[in-house]
């Protein structure tokens, strides 16, 4: 599955951005789906997951509350709804899918992978 992710840009403290991962091929429902993010000077860490089915999703602690990630199979594709936007959220954001159906936390989990997309929130 290729993937393609979308929504980023700038943002003010306390701002929203949904991001979207549209997904080629038609076995998109079969995958489970994730977030991930890079900072500058940081390693990549995991943000959210949703099962194939969208009906399991799991969150990283820091934006438990803030985001939340959800899918829509009939249009393949994914999303990551972000409110309440601090400084620490600034990152590269990926979009990465799984061939197991259950959502994952760890990036090793992931085949395929988007090309990222920047949210700067300014302070």
């Known amino acids: 599955v290729q993937l393609q992710a979308s929504g980023g840009g700038l943002v003010q403290t306390g701002g929203s951005l949904r991001l979207s991962c549209a997904a080629s091929?038609?076995?998109?429902?079969?995958?489970?789906m994730g977030w991930f993010r890079q900072a500058p000077g940081k390693e990549r860490e995991f943000v959210a997951s949703?099962?194939?089915?969208?009906?399991?999703?799991y969150y990283a602690d820091s934006v438990k509350g803030r985001f939340t990630i959800s899918r829509d199979n009939a249009k393949n594709t994914m999303y990551l709804q972000m409110s309440s936007l601090t400084p620490e959220d600034t990152a590269v954001y990926y979009c990465?899918?799984?061939?197991?159906?259950?959502?994952?936390?760890?990036?090793?989990?992931?085949?395929?992978w988007g090309q990222g997309t920047l949210v700067t929130v300014s302070s």
């Open positions: 990465a899918a799984s061939p197991f159906p259950r959502a994952a936390t760890g990036a090793f989990d992931y085949r395929s």
């Open positions: 949703i099962s194939a089915s969208g009906f399991y999703t």
């Open positions: 091929g038609r076995t998109f429902s079969s995958y489970s």
